[in-house]
């Protein structure tokens, strides 16, 4: 029986699904040399380690960013822009000039003038992680790679107040990285997709919150769906260009979601040629991030003869599909993040051979979502998922339907209710 068509989805992993605000540990009339109070000011998501060292440090209005040729083009002028939005003008210069007071030097963690301004404050050895210290009057930003640089100067933006001659920077040092590899949203839904503009705001507040992933699949693109053999025209390209260019400034992975499963003849090497030539379109744009959703079809039959002669099961026919495509394309390129894919049997805790088949016959770089016990579940437990990965054989990433409107109880209303029950531990 074909599934209901409600697999939009809003949320992967999220660490957070809150608006930033204005810092509410110094007042913007607070005196500029003098700060009475120290409280500790909120950063979201919470750091792994903060420590409030003293009293805020104020900026003047002039900064020097101290960057290299290591520094991340866009945590750089990140940097640039936090500054300037409390109305303080930056210089950008290298770490061989001359650097006067106050600077925030920003860059890998391993940079000579960055680890002497760290001190003891280490860089931790984990993806996407960094180290910020404000010593004196210099800010030092280390990342272990340029994900972490980039987080570093979004955790800048959040540690700044006031404006101008005031501005000033909160004292701390803070130690980061992210405990969920793969967070951010997919627009997924059935029903109008979203407007471009919408898109590009999406990327902006996934940079602001420190997620990175958003994974194009709206099921009313007809490239992606019902016409999904058929390459972009130039004008669809030069949108979807935009896009990929917003989400890379923002140290976001575009993944481009194809849906095949109404139409695909899993056998038929025209078929996998044309979504290698439809990959290949959006690699030529800068995409490095793709997904093969095989989500409500038929988890019984086959669309072509050819399949129903060649494979005992739908699942073995997805996984020697998948694995063309992820032998031919994924891995031949060589810097193309790990292929993802959504099995026609996406949900719930109970074993099938479905499940098993496909776990045996994937190749083992490839990731599995799925939605958790139910299709839109209540609760997701670390004892729910442990029991789905062994199902399949490996373990998962949640594919979290959350919160979706697009069917039916939920029809034309707006969901505001708090990300939760999604126990502390599934990130293990």
Same mark, same amino acid.
Request: proline content about 8%; aromatic content about 8%; overall charge neutral.
């Given at each position: 029986m074909r599934r209901p068509d409600f697999h939009a989805l809003c949320a992967l992993l999220v660490a957070t699904g809150v608006?930033?605000?204005? !810092?509410?540990?110094?007042?913007?009339?607070?005196?500029?040399?003098?700060? !009475?109070?120290?409280?500790?000011?909120?950063?979201? &998501?919470? !750091?792994?380690?903060?420590?409030?060292?003293?009293?805020?440090?104020?900026?003047g209005t002039t900064v020097q960013v101290v960057a290299d040729s290591a520094t991340d083009t866009y945590a750089r002028d990140l940097a640039v822009q936090a500054l300037a939005e409390v109305g303080v003008s930056a210089t950008v210069v290298t770490p061989d000039a001359t650097t006067s007071d106050p600077a925030v030097l920003v860059g890998p963690g391993t940079r000579a003038d960055i680890v002497a301004a760290l001190g003891a404050t280490a860089v931790p050895n984990k993806s996407e992680g960094y180290a910020?210290?404000?010593?004196?009057?210099?800010?030092?930003i280390g990342g272990s790679d340029a994900d972490g640089q980039f987080y570093g100067v979004q955790t800048l933006r959040q540690l700044l107040a006031g404006s101008g001659a005031t501005a000033?920077?909160?004292n701390v040092s803070i130690t980061d990285w992210p405990l969920i590899g793969v967070r951010g949203t997919i627009e997924g839904f059935y029903g109008m997709p979203w407007s471009n503009a919408a898109r590009l705001d999406q990327m902006t507040f996934h940079g602001d919150t420190k997620m990175n992933t958003y994974e194009y699949s709206p099921k009313d693109d007809p490239y992606l769906r019902d016409s999904?053999?058929?390459?972009? &025209?130039?004008?669809?390209?030069?949108?979807?260009?935009?896009?990929?260019?917003?989400?890379?400034?923002?140290?976001v992975r575009f993944t481009y979601a194809i849906s095949p499963g109404p139409t695909v003849c899993y056998s038929s090497t025209s078929d996998r040629n044309a979504l290698i030539a439809k990959f290949q379109q959006l690699y030529n744009l800068g995409v490095r991030?793709?997904?093969? !959703?095989?989500?409500?079809?038929?988890?019984?039959?086959?669309?072509?003869?050819?399949?129903?002669?060649?494979?005992?099961?739908?699942?073995q026919g997805q996984a020697a599909f998948l694995n063309d495509i992820n032998t031919r394309f994924i891995k031949a390129k060589g810097d193309i993040k790990p292929l993802q894919m959504v099995p026609t049997d996406y949900s719930g805790t109970s074993s099938s051979s479905y499940k098993s088949t496909l776990g045996a016959n994937l190749q083992a770089d490839i990731m599995i979502g799925w939605t958790g016990p139910e299709v839109t579940p209540p609760d997701i437990t670390v004892s729910h998922m442990s029991t789905a990965n062994s199902f399949f054989g490996r373990k998962l990433f949640i594919w979290d339907n959350f919160p979706c409107n697009d069917y039916g109880p939920t029809a034309s209303r707006l969901l505001m209710g708090a990300y939760q029950t999604r126990q502390s531990g599934l990130s293990n």
């Open positions: 608006v930033i605000s204005a !810092p509410v540990w110094l007042s913007s009339t607070a005196n500029a040399t003098a700060y !009475p109070s120290i409280t500790a000011p909120t950063v979201v &998501p919470t !750091p792994q380690t903060m420590a409030t060292n003293g009293q805020p440090v104020v900026l910020l210290v404000v010593t004196g009057n210099k800010i030092a000033a920077v909160a999904w053999r058929t390459l972009y &025209p130039a004008a669809n390209l030069t949108t979807l260009q935009t896009l990929v260019n917003r989400a890379k400034a923002n140290h991030s793709f997904s093969i !959703p095989l989500d409500d079809i038929s988890a019984d039959s086959f669309n072509c003869y050819e399949d129903s002669s060649t494979y005992s099961s739908q699942a």
